[in-house]
């Protein structure tokens, strides 16, 4: 039998790809809000099991392939739109916390590692039953025309490419969720499609060759009589789709922040009755959220103990619901930032006159508070994220005292901070980042499984050779025993320096901690003794405590891993003997 095509069959599969690609990225978006990031990778597992059991029923249920296949068509690609709807509908209101039996609040860890299995199983369960209505709405196609197999596997093709185009730009205009009901409304256009191509296939004066096409035996005769009433309700329920449900995504699908997320302190009334959300906005690679409460103030990575002076009132932006940075409360006078001398990354700036500075991802602000309040000559930074950017020149420029807009001698990009350095033609004398991550991702290993590449040694290379000749690196990381993180850009910075022709690195880095953080300070010179020493005079009365700087080596300090490092003749054996990998 030769089935006729038609446009409306590849119009049809083109919108069915299109959608499932747009609810791909759209879920991954949504699960590194609503549960870790890493979860966004059971979407690509999924979408091949869903895939798979359809392919799997269609070559059981032969009979899936005969009868009125453009009503069979029709009615799979609703089945994947209403099952996008429903089952979306569950998992957000699914209380999932992949964390929950590491939460100190957590008393019976084997009941909680139950409870987040038996959770997990179900969010495994809903996310594959559109993807297999999707694959039987494909699958069909492809194999009833198998010998329109090629035009019809470029429809698919062409759909799931702009599906992915699609929903990049529609995250800047929509809420994750919003996408995820443009997906269903995809879906629901395809099944529109068919039912279309169905009526007017019916309506051709010619039927014998539909009638043998679609081996209408056994057919209900009211739906054979009456083939507009299918054409009919699609259009409204994709009408309904766009009235209704797209406008109102946000508030029909509302997420389940996990408590193990700093972002669901907002949900938390009982505990947190005073904090409110005040802003969301989404973007293809996070959700931005800015939390406020009366009073909040205080909370800056590695604030000296020592100080006792006056601190800000803040808003905390959270992305992704979990890595936190703060808005700082500032009416533009030097005088409110003393502050910002007793943080760690303000150390560079005391020891460097008037430095032309980039900072690489300065969040909320903080990092550029620190070198203008030093007298920077210039301030550069490179936030990758538009939407905060966004909220600093517009929603909260009066808070923040026109940071990102009204500053001369600031000047804010959005950008990519090593593709940023890469294209720049300048020079810094200072160069900075710090804690571009969440603690709570950093504690856990959640971002394990993801590269930065602000952190390899052509990065290093790549900003040394946009240093000047006495220029510094200074990045400020987490620090835990024994040291891992700050080793670890020791140990890059150190290649790094090899590579570009410094024969005795040990002479180019001094490592500070301040309570959970540390921040390696890297020169492109060699310190000097007047260096070291003014550094010393400014950790000391902070309670700072120096890891490294070159004159350990010649104290004989044990104990000491930077020390220990440096001497090592062999690195290897210094990898391979050390407790962490």
């Not at 739906?223 to 029909?252: E, K």
């Not at 550094?535 to 020390?563: C, H, K, Q, W």
Request: net charge negative; glycine share 8%; charged share 15%.
């Amino acid at each position: 039998m030769t089935l006729r095509r038609s446009p409306g069959l590849f119009a049809g599969v083109f919108l069915t790809s299109l959608s499932v690609l747009v609810m791909e990225v759209a879920l991954t978006r949504v699960f590194s809000v609503s549960l870790w990031y890493q979860f966004g990778f059971m979407i690509i597992s999924t979408a091949l099991l869903g895939f798979g059991a359809s392919g799997a029923w269609l070559a059981v249920r032969r009979d899936a392939l005969t009868g009125d296949l453009y009503g069979k068509l029709a009615r799979n690609a609703f089945l994947f739109s209403i099952s996008i709807l429903l089952t979306f509908a569950v998992m957000v209101r699914l209380p999932l916390d992949p964390l929950k039996p590491l939460l100190p609040e957590t008393t019976n860890t084997t009941a909680a590692t139950v409870e987040m299995v038996f959770l997990l199983l179900v969010y495994y369960t809903l996310i594959v039953i559109p993807f297999l209505f999707a694959g039987l709405t494909i699958g069909t196609a492809l194999s009833a025309w198998a010998r329109e197999i090629g035009t019809l596997y470029f429809a698919d093709l062409v759909g799931a490419g702009l599906g992915c185009l699609v929903a990049v730009a529609a995250m800047y205009m929509l809420p994750g969720q919003g996408v995820v009901v443009l997906a269903s409304v995809g879906a629901a256009l395809a099944a529109l499609t068919f039912s279309l191509q169905r009526l007017a296939r019916r309506q051709e004066a010619a039927g014998r060759e539909y009638r043998a096409e679609s081996n209408v035996q056994g057919e209900d005769p009211v739906a054979a009589s009456r083939p507009w009433r299918l054409a009919v309700a699609m259009g409204l329920y994709t009408v309904a789709l766009l009235v209704v449900a797209l406008p109102l995504a946000d508030r029909l699908y509302d997420l389940y922040i996990p408590a193990s997320k700093p972002l669901h302190m907002a949900q938390d009334k009982a505990v947190f009755p005073d904090l409110t959300l005040e802003y969301t906005g989404w973007t293809p690679f996070s959700r931005i959220d800015v939390m406020s409460q009366p009073g909040m103030k205080g909370q800056a990575w590695g604030l000296s103990g020592a100080y006792n002076g006056p601190l800000p009132e803040q808003k905390f932006i959270t992305i992704d619901a979990a890595a936190m940075t703060a808005i700082n409360a500032w009416n533009g006078s030097r005088d409110e930032l003393a502050w910002v001398n007793a943080l760690p990354s303000s150390l560079v700036y005391q020891i460097k006159d008037k430095p032309n500075v980039l900072i690489i991802g300065p969040g909320g602000g903080v990092d550029v508070l620190a070198p203008w309040y030093n007298g920077a000559a210039r301030v550069t930074a490179a936030e990758i994220n538009p939407r905060i950017v966004e909220i600093m020149r517009n929603q909260y420029r009066a808070y923040s005292g026109g940071l990102y807009s009204d500053l001369p001698n600031v000047d804010v990009h959005v950008a990519e901070g090593r593709n940023f350095v890469s294209r720049s033609k300048d020079l810094y004398d200072v160069i900075q980042f710090s804690q571009v991550d969440t603690w709570a991702a950093a504690s856990a290993g959640a971002y394990s499984l993801t590269e930065n590449y602000l952190y390899t040694k052509d990065a290093f290379i790549d900003y040394l050779n946009h240093l000047s000749p006495n220029g510094m690196l200074a990045i400020g990381r987490w620090y835990f025993e024994p040291p891992g993180q700050a080793l670890r850009l020791v140990i890059i910075g150190a290649a790094a320096l090899q590579e570009i022709g410094v024969t005795d690195p040990s002479q180019h880095f001094v490592v500070v901690r301040a309570g959970d953080t540390a921040t390696m300070i890297m020169k492109k010179s060699p310190f000097t003794a007047d260096e070291i020493a003014a550094l010393r005079a400014i950790t000391d009365p902070l309670y700072f405590t120096m890891l490294y700087a070159p004159d350990m080596l010649a104290s004989g300090e044990t104990n000491n891993p930077f020390v220990d490092f440096f001497e090592a003749v062999d690195k290897k054996a210094f990898y391979a003997g050390y407790p962490l990998d």
